[in-house]
């Protein structure tokens, strides 16, 4: 997969045709028609439905052409960013974002609420001079991220094989179900099972759930012995919470996607399922080949310090007890 590909196919979605694409793109249309080609045989799936009446996205090409558009824009940020010329009155902030003294830390997207508290506390507390990046993705992405030297110190959960990196088990999250406090009084004046009264509703799905958290469809099947069949698609921690306080449907998430200040905020009713569900680790890792500025082994003391059992600290501070 290439830029070039991605490009191409973003155009000929907007312009629903190959001949426009090609004249906007400058290329001639078996150029074109080639990348597309190359694309597809990378990806191994069909993008583009070709007929009489013009080009139309298949299933999967609607899916992936928000993914083609957000790759082809944060490339062109990125070298936007770097073209001093074009962004002479950013000098100063060029120059802090592109440095490379600094440690990156990279938080798993779900994780950031309940640890980036807790990590610079104790990162202060080690080196008060300490500059530091600090960026929240999927764990999947940070695992990629740490293994290729980009991210110092990632906190994720445990997705996937962490081959070249030095991991050390924080703790273990839990499965919430989030349904709206409507729902739930609701099913409690009927005096029904909760669980047999949520199946006929919406679930609320990650419109990514692979790059998001471990796979939910386990947990669905588990409980209710099949899988929903009606969804409200999300992107975000906060559009699920948004959707499900407004009685949109339910989900099933980590406890640690579900800040406390939410929780206060919105009609949402969570309930553990931790003794029903396999349990959620969280990892702390770094690369094997990078050397770090702190003593690793003394923050993994101190995190750990912060998480042990009987330790104190609630949700709403860094722990999982509340």
């Given at each position: 997969m290439d830029l070039e590909g991605l490009h191409s196919f973003a155009t000929i979605a907007k312009e629903k045709s190959i001949s426009k694409a090609a004249q906007t793109l400058h290329v001639t249309q078996p150029t074109l028609s080639a990348r597309i080609r190359k694309l597809e045989e990378g990806m191994g799936v069909k993008l583009l439905d070709r007929g009489w009446d013009g080009v139309k996205l298949t299933q999967e090409g609607h899916y992936f052409l928000y993914y083609a558009i957000q790759m082809v824009s944060q490339f062109n940020n990125a070298s936007a960013m770097l073209n001093k010329a074009d962004l002479l009155k950013f000098d100063r902030s060029l120059a802090e974002v592109t440095r490379m003294d600094r440690m990156v830390i990279g938080v798993d997207t779900g994780l950031s609420s309940r640890f980036v508290y807790p990590l610079v506390a104790e990162l202060q507390r080690i080196r008060p001079d300490l500059k530091c990046k600090y960026v929240s993705r999927s764990s999947m992405l940070l695992i990629d991220l740490i293994e290729y030297g980009v991210i110092d110190i990632g906190l994720f959960y445990d997705v996937k094989e962490c081959r070249h990196l030095q991991p050390v088990h924080l703790l273990d999250d839990e499965w919430v179900l989030l349904c709206s406090e409507e729902a739930y009084r609701g099913v409690i004046r009927k005096?029904?099972?909760?669980?047999?009264?949520?199946?006929?509703?919406?679930?609320?799905?990650?419109?990514?759930?692979?790059?998001?958290?471990?796979?939910?469809?386990?947990?669905?099947?588990?409980?209710?012995?099949?899988?929903?069949?009606?969804?409200?698609?999300?992107?975000s921690s906060d559009m699920m919470l948004g959707v499900v306080a407004n009685g949109q449907g339910y989900t099933f998430v980590p406890k640690c996607y579900v800040p406390e200040l939410y929780l206060e905020a919105y009609p949402i009713r969570m309930i553990p399922f931790g003794s029903m569900l396999p349990a959620l680790?969280?990892?702390?890792?770094?690369?094997?080949?990078?050397?770090?500025?702190?003593?690793?082994?003394?923050l993994q003391r101190r995190l750990l310090a912060r998480y042990k059992p009987g330790a104190g600290h609630t949700a709403a501070s860094g722990g999982l007890n509340g």
């Open positions: 005096d029904d099972d909760l669980i047999d009264v949520l199946k006929h509703d919406m679930f609320v799905l990650f419109e990514n759930p692979i790059a998001t958290y471990v796979n939910v469809w386990e947990v669905l099947s588990r409980l209710f012995g099949s899988t929903p069949d009606k969804f409200q698609i999300v992107d680790p969280v990892y702390m890792a770094y690369s094997e080949t990078v050397q770090l500025d702190v003593p690793i082994g003394e």
